[in-house]
């Protein structure tokens, strides 16, 4: 399984954009790549997913460059409810084995 | 509506005690899962099931023992309960993937705290 690396923390204000880059360097050619958000004291939820170029959906932006070696989940406008650790996640669908690693907690302030 | 829903959410218990964790989806998935996070919030896979069969063991001990009587349940019983397993506990499910297009989206439960004193 191809391991990540995120930045561990990020601070943001309210009202601007987040960008947050995934290094990938040994992902494989049937990996998918996977973003999860977690709130304290909650599970992990599903934000987006995609394999290649860009995808997007009503809540992120996923930004994937041609070589699939980073990705960057990008949050629009956040706000204080945005405050989550969130997580990157490469793998083959259907392979069951997800590894999350530290993830990236976010702090967005007033 | 609960789509993933754990009993119980918090559960305090003695060392050396035996407790069991029930998880239920009502998404008609096919795949369940126990997660792991510690104190240091580091989310680690601990057991998978794929139409009731267990596909993948993480080097778990045994004192930890997965059930799961139909596809819509995967219930964790933990033995002799250390300090070390104080922790949150998290089911999750997933619909089996198939073909162009599908995805294995993870729906995680509310997660069970335990606390092993």
């Known amino acids: 399984l191809a391991k990540t690396t995120q930045p561990i923390s990020m601070d943001s204000y309210e009202g601007q954009e987040v960008n947050i880059t995934c290094s990938h360097n040994n992902i494989a050619t049937n990996d998918y790549i996977t973003w999860y958000q977690q709130f304290p004291s909650q599970g992990p939820r599903f934000i987006i997913q995609g394999y290649k170029t860009k995808v997007t959906n009503e809540v992120a932006s996923l930004f994937i460059p041609a070589d699939r070696k980073s990705s960057t989940l990008s949050l629009p406008r956040v706000s204080l409810s945005d405050t989550a650790v969130y997580y990157c996640?490469?793998?083959?669908?259907?392979?069951?084995?997800?590894?999350f690693g530290a993830g990236t907690r976010l702090f967005v302030k007033a | 509506d609960t789509a993933v829903s754990q009993t119980p959410k918090y559960l305090v218990t003695q060392m050396g005690n035996d407790k069991s964790i029930k998880c239920e989806q009502n998404l008609g998935h096919d795949t369940m899962y126990w997660y792991k996070q510690d104190s240091k919030k580091f989310l680690k896979i601990m057991f998978s099931y794929n139409n009731k069969e267990l596909i993948i063991n993480e080097t778990v001990p045994n004192r930890f023992s997965p059930k799961s009587p139909d596809k819509a349940h995967l219930n964790l019983h933990i033995n002799s309960l250390e300090l070390g397993d104080s922790a949150v506990y998290f089911c999750a499910s997933s619909l089996a993937v198939s073909g162009p297009g599908s995805t294995d989206t993870q729906y995680f439960g509310p997660g069970t705290r335990l606390t092993v004193l």
């Open positions: 996640l490469v793998g083959v669908r259907g392979g069951f084995k997800t590894i």
